[in-house]
Every structure is written in structure tokens, then in C-alpha cells.
T-cell receptor
Framework: DQQVKQNSPSLSVQEGRISILNCDYTNSMFDYFLWYKKYPAEGPTFLISISSIKDKNEDGRFTVFLNKSAKHLSLHIVPSQPGDSAVYFCAASANTDKLIFGTGTRLQVFP | KAGVTQTPRYLIKTRGQQVTLSCSPI?????VSWYQQTPGQGLQFLFE???????NKGNFPGRFSGRQFSNSRSEMNVSTLELGDSALYLCASSSITGTGLYEQYFGPGTRLTVT
């Protein structure tokens, strides 16, 4: 049972434009949501998180939006840079219980 | 603030041996989680420790065990190593920030190769 889903395995965006990565979840008990960036053979790098009492959190070029009624969250990166090219994972937790990770979206930012 | 550190970074063991991996969390973080990462299975949760107590456990055999010390440092042990235990083992420490955000930071991992 995949509780956290990233339905787009890949995304290609031009440098300078906005990248939007999507994530859906099924467990209504999730109250924390995190986004990670990952390169092969390395650990995930924490980017940004949001709690269920908020619908938006931003940090620099990264903004996360949460729509609880739709059980959907998205990560916006603007402007996108070539260095953003990596695999992005969303993860969810219920009351800081173990993180449940999505399957990842590979983002490629081209010049 | 220093990040999560893991030692050793690389390890080669033979089947049947046992191994101990170490993790030092970010200062002030009391929760430490361990994950196994393999190309085929992705990131799989092993267990989580909070204040020296195992709070959560994933679906791994009893050969995988861990502990946490009073200074929040954690170790995980794998006994009777099998070839399939070859993986990147990641440690993560987490906390709730003053603004109510949950953050979990990963270390660089220990690459274990079992021959």
C-alpha cells in the first residue's frame, strides 16, 4: 500500500522557469510533510517541510503548498537552476512517526 | 551547527561476519532513525530511537539491531552478514523546530559491501 505517491517519474524544465513537483498521500493521519533532494549513492538532502496546520511554507527559491482536503502537496522551485537537477522525494509522517517516502521524481533543468 | 556524521564511510565484510555502524546526530536532536538504501528497494526504514528507547521498527530480521546512548549517539549492528545486506546505510536525526516544523536530516551514509 503506497501511502505517499509521486505520480510523475520525471520532469524536465528550462533554466529560469518554475519547477513544480507533486505528491499525493492517502493517510489522513499524516501531519508533517518533508521534501528531499537526492543524488545517486548519497543520502537525501532535506529541503523544506510543512505541518498540516499550514498550507504554505517558503524558504528561498523553494515553496511547499499543502492542500489537506485533496491530500496533495507540491514543491515549487523558482527560478530553476541546472544545479537543481536531481531526484526529489516527498515524505510524510504521522506525529513524527517514521517517514514514509514517495517513489521520487527526477528533475532535469536544462539551459 | 555540525550535521549528522556516520562512521565508517566505507566497509567491506565477508558473509557470516558482524558489523557495527555509528551515527552522531545533530546537536540537540534526540531522535535517530536508520535506513537501508539499495538500488532495487529504495529507502527502507530500519528503526528509530528516541531518548535511548526504540520507538519504531521496520520489517527487517532480528539480525539488524540498534541502540542509542545517553548523548543521543546511536549504533546499529548487523550480525551474520549476508550478501543481500550490501547497501548504503543512512542515519537521520530529527527534531521539531521552534516554529512547529518537523525536520529530519540525513548523514552521508556508510557503504557496506558484503563479499
Amino acid at each position: 500500500d503506497q501511502q505517499v505517491k509521486q505520480n510523475s517519474p520525471s520532469l524536465s524544465v528550462q533554466e529560469g522557469r518554475i519547477s513544480i513537483l507533486n505528491c499525493d498521500y492517502t493517510n489522513s493521519m499524516f501531519d508533517y510533510f518533508l521534501w528531499y533532494k537526492k543524488y545517486p549513492a548519497e543520502g537525501p538532502t532535506f529541503l523544506i517541510s510543512i505541518s498540516s496546520i499550514k498550507d504554505k511554507n517558503e524558504d528561498g527559491r523553494f515553496t511547499v503548498f499543502l492542500n489537506k482536503s485533496a491530500k496533495h502537496l507540491s514543491l515549487h522551485i523558482v527560478p530553476s537552476q541546472p544545479g537543481d537537477s536531481a531526484v526529489y522525494f516527498c515524505a510524510a509522517s504521522a506525529n513524527t512517526d517514521k517517514l514514509i517516502f514517495g517513489t521520487g521524481t527526477r528533475l532535469q533543468v536544462f539551459p | 551547527k555540525a550535521g549528522v556524521t556516520q562512521t565508517p564511510r566505507y566497509l567491506i565484510k565477508t558473509r557470516g561476519q558482524q558489523v557495527t555502524l555509528s551515527c552522531s546526530p545533530i546537536s540537540g536532536h534526540r531522535s535517530v532513525s536508520w535506513y537501508q538504501q539499495t538500488p532495487g528497494q529504495g529507502l527502507q526504514f530500519l528503526f528509530e530511537y528516541f531518548s535511548e528507547t526504540q520507538r519504531n521498527k521496520g520489517n527487517f530480521p532480528g539480525r539488524f539491531s540498534g541502540r542509542q546512548f545517553s548523548n543521543s549517539r546511536s549504533e546499529m549492528n548487523v550480525s551474520t552478514l549476508e550478501l543481500g545486506d550490501s547497501a548504503l546505510y543512512l542515519c537521520a536525526s530529527s527534531s521539531i523546530t521552534g516554529t512547529g516544523l518537523y525536520e529530519q536530516y540525513f548523514g552521508p551514509g556508510t557503504r557496506l559491501t558484503v563479499t
